[in-house]
């Protein structure tokens, strides 16, 4: 069984159309994997919707309890892109001895067909059923093991250290 | 480097206005590798473009070859799902001491929100990168070995033998 | 109160990924009518899901009848473009006295981001409501009296008479 | 010839990946008229990319003039919704006889699959051929008098007064 964690992040953004502004609705997870036409055995947890840049320590720690407490080995965690690396980080210091593999989107799965999103979570589920124990991230077709990994905030690209 | 070849596929079917039915215009990888945000280092080379039930013997010859003799030993390639499995085979006995992956998608790319051929490609490309050498295939988040997956044609699905 | 009749035609096809082909699962008129947020008094129905060239002659009589028998004065009529002129032309002869306006598309609404269906949608929403009594051809933006319009095979294009 | 004037608005914005926010890149209509595969004598012109709330006194008189001195007698106009009908009521003020039509769109047409924008177009490009010297707002199918219509924000929905 692969869990599937939510945290939020541009992956999961809609459109407000009352004031013009991205926001959290719903997760598209199980949209997307409807979809993707997927038969692997998943399990979707939403366990907070933010903007990664709005993750304070609690968000983070929350997130690495799931991890620990979940029954998976295999966990894919859709994330936003600016802290991500430092979830990454936090996860790889509590040791959880399970495939870790977190991923994002540089524009919402909303958006359709400029999004990235749909192939990173392919790339997602791919990697966390064939890389050994250890934290990930995955963008652009990459992965980068969590200490070999920045986004360039000014070009919008992860690259590895 | 990751070689994708192309050999057509309702993965890269296009609609014709004119007569009302699906066809081969051009390759959608390009414009997929671009909204991916692919920072893979990539080679596409279109084969052919053929509905893979009408790849005939000499047209899965050209894909053995191109696969011993590219300069890839990684490869994707994007394929009808209908003779799927039995391409694989025929690469299996090639014996190509490479990485090859083969996929294609249940819906057309061009037809948008609806398709499988994103997340596929995805998942393509992620495994090519993590598989030890051999022949695979990936359909719905899984990845097959080349002898221990067929096409369930009444249901549109590909299971493990 | 507007009606809008629907018999089919690319507007409506969809795309059946177990044999590869278009064909006829339901109409996408709902979905579109609450896409484009639109307020007006509407009633859908749909007299038929047919290629317009399978349409016989009962099948534009059932068009016909159905409009006469309708409450509605101002009627939309989503139909194939092969055939679109000729049920354009028999109900003219009918005489109803009602304002008729036929639309279609020449890429399937399911196809997302390259269909002219939706456009052509708010097209005959707007010319229904606003033209005399007669029978109307809308396609490309133009509205084309019954018996002033043709479409070109070959182009793929409306052009008056 | 139908004048498309452009101001900017929800219509045309896209989303920049970079700092995540919605902006003005280009306008995406001429995009939008190929796929409408629209055969109107049409000629865009983008006056500003603004969002209607930045629209000050100098931006709406650059579109009255534009639409005084512009050669055609059929205008539709891409405008914000927030003050969409204040720039309307500063048109019919200037007694400009044309047809002038604005729209715009309460989700980005960048969006794709949820957006209105393209409906929208139809409507307007449907309406500026058929109504009278005047001038109007189209939105949700309907097609309002400058000075029956208000837009409610909390609703987002355009309404006669």
Avoid at 36 to 56: A, F, N, P, Q, V
Avoid at 69 to 83: K, L, P
Wanted: glycine share 8%; charged share 20%.
């Amino acid at each position: 069984m692969i869990q599937i964690f939510i945290t939020g992040g541009t992956f999961d953004k809609s459109y407000d159309s009352i004031n013009g502004q991205l926001y959290f609705e719903k997760t598209h997870l199980p949209e997307m994997l409807k979809r993707s036409r997927c038969t692997l055995d998943i399990d979707i947890k939403t366990l907070m919707m933010k903007d990664s840049l709005e993750m304070g320590e609690q968000d983070v720690e929350m997130v690495v309890q799931a991890c620990q407490n979940s029954q998976a080995e295999q966990i894919v965690i859709t994330h936003g892109t600016d802290t991500m690396t430092r979830t990454a980080a936090t996860l790889a210091n509590a040791k959880i001895e399970k495939t870790i593999v977190l991923t994002g989107a540089m524009i919402p799965y909303a958006f359709g067909s400029s999004s990235d999103g749909f192939f990173n979570l392919g790339c997602a589920l791919a990697f966390v059923q064939t890389q050994s124990q250890g934290v990930y991230v995955t963008m652009q077709g990459q992965c980068f093991h969590w200490n070999q990994v920045e986004k360039d905030k000014d070009k919008g690209i992860f690259y590895k250290l």
